[in-house]
């Protein structure tokens, strides 16, 4: 095995554990946004909405939602004829299963997080001020999650896959279109919820500032380490 090809399994490995410590990163983020009940992360209101307006368990209508994204992807992706638009339709239909397990990945990450109104009642991470610290930092988390994830090019979450794949096809920056996703995605839940019952459901302010600021993280994120990722990962 010669230098070139020693380096370039070192990057895979690197690759690989960065992409894992992403999706680790990423949980954790959304599950303290979860916590901070503050309002439903903007990328899951829809299915947030769905689910109080038909029945269906939140589950299954995330589920839905993560499969019309995976669907937009393959179209954007076909139409685009990159180079490596295979490969690219391969992992968007890869991010189900793989979804699947960050999902039971993030169960045993809610099971250990609190709900801080109600466990912390009483102290200052109850209140309305300590909620607010914790969403800031979960919309840091789920920047910095989201954007390694992304920036290793492998398989990300559907609800992040939808943005690379509409920042590709525009040829935007990944933070302004995670920006853009997230701010559709409030406006579409505000809509619906409206006309269907009359009230807001799910929508808070930890919904409109992680629309907000999520993508500014990943834009930060990148604009700060994105180029030295590139050349220690080769995932340009």
Same mark, same amino acid.
């Given at each position: 095995?010669?230098? +070139?090809?020693?380096?370039?399994? %070192?990057? &895979? $490995?690197?690759?690989? !554990? #960065?992409? *894992?410590?992403?999706?680790? =990163?990423?949980?954790?983020?959304?599950?303290?946004?979860?916590?901070?009940?503050?309002?439903?992360?903007?990328?899951?209101?829809?299915?947030?909405?769905?689910?109080?307006?038909?029945?269906?368990?939140?589950?299954?209508?995330?589920?839905?939602?993560?499969?019309?994204?995976?669907?937009?992807?393959?179209?954007?992706?076909?139409? +685009?004829?990159?180079?490596?638009? %295979?490969? &690219? $339709?391969?992992?968007? !239909? #890869?991010? *189900?299963?793989?979804?699947? =397990?960050?999902?039971?990945?993030?169960?045993?990450?809610?099971?250990?997080?609190?709900?801080?109104?109600?466990?912390?009642?009483?102290?200052?991470?109850?209140?309305?001020?300590?909620?607010?610290?914790?969403?800031?930092?979960?919309?840091?988390?789920?920047?910095?999650?989201?954007?390694?994830?992304?920036?290793?090019?492998?398989?990300?979450?559907?609800?992040?896959?939808?943005?690379?794949?509409?920042?590709?096809?525009?040829? *935007?920056?990944?933070?302004?279109?995670?920006?853009?996703?997230?701010?559709?995605?409030?406006?579409?839940?505000?809509?619906?919820?409206?006309?269907?019952?009359?009230?807001?459901?799910?929508?808070?302010?930890?919904?409109?500032?992680?629309?907000?600021?999520?993508?500014?993280?990943?834009?930060?994120?990148?604009?700060?380490?994105?180029?030295?990722?590139?050349?220690?990962?080769?995932?340009?």
């Amino acid at each position: 095995m010669d230098l +070139r090809e020693v380096q370039r399994h %070192k990057k &895979a $490995v690197i690759r690989g !554990l #960065l992409y *894992l410590l992403g999706m680790a =990163v990423l949980a954790l983020g959304l599950t303290l946004n979860t916590k901070a009940t503050l309002g439903v992360s903007a990328i899951i209101s829809i299915a947030y909405c769905a689910s109080e307006l038909s029945g269906v368990s939140i589950g299954d209508t995330t589920l839905l939602l993560y499969s019309a994204f995976i669907l937009v992807q393959v179209v954007l992706h076909v139409i +685009r004829k990159a180079p490596d638009w %295979k490969r &690219a $339709v391969l992992f968007d !239909l #890869l991010q *189900l299963p793989v979804s699947l =397990v960050f999902t039971r990945f993030m169960n045993l990450v809610s099971s250990a997080v609190p709900v801080f109104e109600l466990t912390c009642a009483g102290s200052f991470w109850g209140s309305l001020y300590g909620r607010l610290c914790i969403l800031l930092l979960a919309i840091v988390l789920t920047g910095i999650g989201a954007g390694l994830t992304l920036k290793m090019r492998l398989v990300p979450n559907p609800g992040d896959g939808i943005v690379q794949a509409i920042s590709d096809y525009c040829s *935007l920056p990944v933070g302004r279109t995670k920006n853009y996703v997230d701010l559709c995605c409030t406006a579409v839940t505000a809509v619906v919820s409206l006309c269907f019952s009359g009230r807001l459901l799910g929508i808070g302010v930890g919904t409109v500032l992680a629309a907000l600021g999520t993508g500014r993280v990943i834009a930060l994120f990148n604009g700060m380490i994105g180029t030295r990722l590139d050349r220690v990962t080769g995932s340009v």
